[in-house]
């Protein structure tokens, strides 16, 4: 059974991020870049799959510029067998329609039974890109999963996705489109030999023109990034705790009239 | 004429919308961009429910009611209002940020071959244009986008945008379309509820409290649970809680987790790492309480107590209990 995971690569969730000087994206100087933490998750239970059933193949893409074969690597490292890099000028302003259609456009070569992604990048938090990749190719999806379990032909996965208020089991035949979300298992950490081994596994560079792909112009454009406004200061409510928890109920429902 | 701004219906699987619908309906009429209408899949509606709708604001309901629309499936769902969009023309289609409509509306953008901006705060006309505010990086930065062209789809973050008010008297006309069949590929299996806790979901509470590592272990959160209870709040917790394991992911607030704007927050023993902040920030009021006088969280706090939490809570949950009570 052969799965495709799609993953991104992200500044690391510790990062302070900055408007850069163009006003529409950030300042990428000195920022750690990690493998955005869903895509993790993704990338696990795809391993998990084929070393339940003992056969198969695993191929992490990602779109982005060259510093994307980093985060692609380490998914070779914790087990991929290979990689695909789409990796275009044609790319650099995409919003997730156009990546969805740039990573259907590959499924579509790869002809995989099974698309793992992660529930959302935690860059732009769109959490779009599952979901139109499934629409583009007509396929089911199921977001926010929890569990799931291929059947022994390979015909179907059962996956359990959380909505509000519990978890809905469904069945899907295959080819379908997971979201991970944080639960859905623990992600490995690469071994020693997993990192050697990566480096003599292929990442192969995709154009868009590869794929019978043009420049399209973004449906979503960003118009300008901005900090968020400072909060107003606020005040340390001093004294013993009780004269202090009193004295804050009072500010609550007086003064921010909160409650 | 300007086509109309739908609003997808998110209800409580009861044949009721929920309250956040208040919220969309108002923004949508606040906009003025055109006609308030929405649009609700379900598998079985209830007259209080179209009623509610008419009351606040909507010109028209779009029922889609078909056995096939619940639980709901984002194949079966866009298919469906993808046809009524070709048909109507519709100028916008907005929802609530949930996990149905978040998917079910990437989906449909994808297949109208439009943008799609989730989790906005701020929406406003510009001349012809919407443009939308959203929070990236988990609310770290805020970024203004804008569509090349419609419908604008959008996805809008609970708590954030002013509900309209109910107005008895108004009413919505009722539009059932005749539809091409609903075809789904995938079937439910079970639906698992959740022991309901009788307290609201994390994403739509007005009011939070949350639990960080100074909680100390999973059995304390029990004071937290009471105090919620007497405020109808939702209880979260930071991720160092969540990857201890002593609650549920489902509760993580920040950035691998859920990013919230509650009318008030309330944080115990939480030190306020960067990406919990992230999460949290936007809440209209934040209260902190912390032992550490230098934990990051009082740098955002609007109120914040130097203490033991577990001196603080009991004392707390008492005074608005008196407060509720009066």
Redesign the interface.
């Known amino acids: 059974m052969k799965i495709l995971v799609a993953i991104k690569q992200v500044?690391d969730?510790?990062?302070?991020?900055k408007?850069g000087g163009d006003g529409k994206s950030?300042d990428t100087a000195g920022i750690t870049w990690i493998v955005s933490?869903?895509d993790e998750y993704a990338v696990e239970e795809a391993l998990r799959i084929k070393e339940k059933r003992g056969q198969g193949e695993v191929v992490a893409i990602s779109l982005g510029p060259d510093r994307v074969r980093e985060a692609l690597r380490s998914c070779l490292a914790m087990g991929c067998d290979r990689a695909i890099h789409l990796n275009d000028a044609a790319w650099s302003a995409v919003?997730?329609?156009a990546t969805?259609r740039a990573l259907a456009a590959v499924v579509t070569q790869e002809a995989p039974q099974l698309v793992l992604c992660g529930r959302q990048a935690?860059?732009?938090?769109?959490?779009?890109?599952?979901?139109?990749l499934?629409?583009?190719l007509g396929?089911?999806?199921?977001?926010?999963i929890m569990e799931e379990a291929v059947d022994a032909d390979g015909k179907t996965v059962?996956a359990?996705?959380?909505?509000?208020?519990?978890?809905?089991?469904?069945?899907?035949?295959l080819p379908?489109v997971l979201?991970a979300?944080?639960?859905l298992n623990e992600p490995r950490y690469p071994t020693l030999k997993g990192i050697m081994g990566a480096k003599k596994k292929e990442i192969k560079d995709v154009k868009a023109a590869d794929l019978g792909l043009g420049a399209e112009?973004?449906?979503?454009?960003?118009?300008?990034?901005?900090?968020?406004p400072p909060?107003?200061p606020?005040?340390?409510?001093e004294g013993d705790?009780?004269s202090?928890?009193?004295e804050?109920?009072r500010?609550?429902?007086e003064d921010?009239k909160?409650? | 004429m300007a086509g109309a701004f739908w609003c997808i219906v998110e209800d409580d699987r009861q044949g009721r919308p929920k309250k956040v619908m208040a919220e969309i309906l108002g923004e949508a009429a606040r906009l003025g961009g055109g006609p308030v209408e929405a649009v609700w899949l379900t598998d079985k509606a209830s007259e209080a429910g179209l009623t509610q709708l008419g009351e606040l604001g909507a010109t028209r309901v779009w029922l889609l009611e078909n056995a096939a629309y619940a639980?709901y499936?984002?194949?079966v769902w866009?298919a469906a209002v993808a046809e009524l969009a070709a048909r109507e023309s519709p100028r916008a289609i907005l929802g609530p940020v949930?996990?149905?409509q978040?998917?079910?509306l990437?989906?449909?953008?994808?297949?109208l071959?439009?943008?799609?901006?989730?989790?906005c705060v701020a929406l406003a006309m510009d001349g012809d244009t919407l443009?939308a505010t959203?929070?990236?990086?988990?609310?770290?930065?805020?970024?203004?986008?804008?569509?090349?062209?419609g419908p604008w789809v959008a996805t809008l973050r609970p708590n954030v945008f002013r509900p309209a008010d109910a107005q008895g008297g108004r009413t919505a006309a009722v539009e059932r379309p005749s539809l091409a069949a609903p075809t789904?590929?995938?079937?439910?299996?079970?639906?698992?509820?959740?022991a309901?806790t009788g307290l609201p979901?994390l994403?739509e509470a007005e009011?939070v409290v949350s639990g960080g590592r100074g909680m100390k272990g999973p059995e304390n959160y029990v004071i937290l649970e009471d105090m919620a209870r007497v405020?109808g709040a939702a209880v979260g917790a930071s991720r160092a809680a969540v990857d201890a394991g002593w609650r549920?992911?489902?509760h993580?607030i920040g950035?691998?987790?859920r990013?919230i704007s509650p009318?008030?927050y309330m944080g115990f023993g939480v030190s306020g790492?960067?990406?919990h902040l992230a999460g949290m920030?936007?809440s209209?009021?934040?209260?902190a309480v912390n032992k550490d006088?230098e934990a990051p969280i009082?740098k955002?706090?609007?109120?914040?107590?130097?203490?033991?939490l577990f001196?603080?809570v009991p004392?707390?949950t008492t005074?608005?209990k008196k407060?509720m009570e009066k």
Do not use: N
């Open positions: 500044p969730t510790a990062t302070q991020v408007v950030i933490p869903y919003d997730t329609l969805a935690i860059d732009d938090d769109m959490g779009a890109v599952t979901a139109q499934a629409e583009l396929w089911p999806c199921a977001y926010w059962r359990a996705r959380q909505v509000e208020g519990g978890l809905e089991v469904f069945d899907l035949p379908a979201a979300q944080k639960g112009p973004a449906q979503l454009a960003v118009l300008g990034l901005e900090a968020l909060r107003p606020g005040r340390i409510i705790v009780p202090a928890v009193k804050l109920v500010a609550l429902r921010a909160a409650i | 639980p499936r984002s194949e866009s949930t996990s149905r978040r998917e079910f990437a989906r449909l953008a994808a297949r071959g439009v943008g799609l901006a989730a989790d443009v959203r929070p990236v990086y988990a609310g770290k930065l805020l970024a203004r986008v804008a569509w090349a062209r789904a590929q995938m079937t439910l299996v079970e639906r698992r509820e959740e309901s979901e994403a009011i405020i549920p992911h489902r993580q950035q691998t987790g990013t009318k008030l790492a960067i990406q920030r936007t209209k009021v934040i209260v006088p009082f955002i706090a609007d109120y914040g107590i130097v203490a033991d001196e603080v004392q707390l005074e608005l407060l």
